[in-house]
């Protein structure tokens, strides 16, 4: 694993981990509005465990969807790395093929038709002669 790769990573998990703790924090404070407004004491712990329970859920689907997010952007940086090399292996290809051209050319450059009646096609040249 190269630097660069580990200071994506980095990042990545840093980003990741304070949307995790803004969409905690958001949603503890809507909890503690709730438990304000409860009457008595029964209620207020049938509140607060209310409250612990949905904070509890909503904790695991945050979790759930930070690891979704980490196996996407895995999964992004997969691919990019696959067309990456795709693209270098055809600019390789292209090199290559330009080098050949050239090489075969007695001039050095690429030939062009500028003449139809250079062209060796049924109706065009010697072979219908």
């Known amino acids: 694993m190269n630097s660069e790769t580990q200071?994506?990573?980095?990042?990545?998990?840093l980003?990741?981990?304070?949307?995790?703790?803004?969409?905690?924090?958001?949603?503890?404070?809507?909890?503690?509005?709730a438990a304000a407004s409860c009457s008595t004491n029964?209620?207020?712990n049938l509140v607060a465990k209310d409250i612990q329970a949905n904070e509890e859920l909503r904790r695991a689907k945050i979790d759930g969807a930070i690891t979704w997010l980490r196996t996407e952007l895995l999964e992004m940086r997969s691919q990019d790395r696959q067309l990456a090399k795709t693209l270098l292996d055809l600019n390789t290809e292209i090199q290559r093929l330009r080098q050949e051209n050239e090489s075969?050319?007695?001039?050095?450059?690429?030939?062009?038709?500028t003449n139809n009646n250079d062209l060796k096609t049924p109706f065009h040249g010697s072979e219908l002669q």
């Open 7 to 13: 200071y994506e990573d980095s990042v990545s998990t």
């Open 42 to 44: 029964d209620s207020c």
């Open 104 to 113: 075969s050319s007695p001039d050095k450059k690429p030939k062009a038709v």
């Open 15 to 33: 980003m990741l981990e304070n949307i995790k703790n803004k969409l905690i924090n958001a949603f503890r404070d809507s909890g503690q509005h």
